[in-house]
């Protein structure tokens, strides 16, 4: 076993032309001290633990600012609101949503559209206030149907846009998941704003 171990080690550190000598050592060194670098990263974003590590509260500040983003960089809250998009035609409420973005009309997520579209929403948001929402926990077609005059207009200067007309926003809250059985519907709607979009 120990001739075996020799070789391979004899094999990696040998060097030939245009190879770089690296030794096992070193390789050991440099996993080593990147094993406490996320290690000290990890443990200052999980939450609070039995675990304490050596000058862990010295280190802190530097270690959040050089890893700052969390775990909910990676990721979004499965529970938090969804703004859906609905446009007014003749005969009712048409969706407008682009989502899922892995769906096969989005080309299986390489069609970049809904993504972009998320970014649109947003930009109305921003510009509309919060006033213009208006509460409704009854169905998607209800609230729309009962939401009233347009609450405000607004230019969409986004440069490829999905959203033109009078749009409706509707916000809903994803059913939780313990709750899946009791509920119809996967999404409950919270509140709705209508907008005149011009394009």
């Known amino acids: ?110 069609n970049r559209e809904s993504r972009a579209q998320g970014v649109e929403i947003a930009m109305l948001l921003s510009a509309a206030q919060k006033s213009d929402w208006r509460d409704c926990t009854d169905s998607s077609e209800t609230c729309l149907a009962n939401a009233g005059n347009v609450s405000r207009r607004l230019t969409n200067g986004t440069p490829h846009p999905t959203l033109c007309g009078t749009v409706g926003l509707l916000q809903e809250r994803p059913t939780p998941y313990a709750w899946r059985d009791l509920v119809a519907t996967s999404h409950s709607p919270e509140r709705v704003m209508i907008l005149e979009v011009t394009c």
């Open 1 to 110: 076993m120990k001739k075996k171990f020799r070789t391979a080690c004899a094999a990696f550190t040998r060097s030939g032309a245009g190879q770089v000598s690296v030794s096992l050592k070193s390789v050991t060194i440099a996993c080593a001290v990147w094993s406490v670098i996320v290690l000290y990263a990890v443990q200052e974003q999980v939450p609070k633990n039995v675990i304490t590590l050596p000058a862990q509260t010295k280190v802190k500040h530097t270690v959040v600012n050089i890893a700052p983003q969390g775990w909910a960089f990676f990721t979004k809250s499965p529970r938090d609101p969804e703004v859906v998009p609905y446009k007014k035609t003749p005969d009712g409420w048409q969706a407008l949503s682009l989502t899922p973005h892995a769906s096969p009309h989005n080309a299986f997520g390489l």
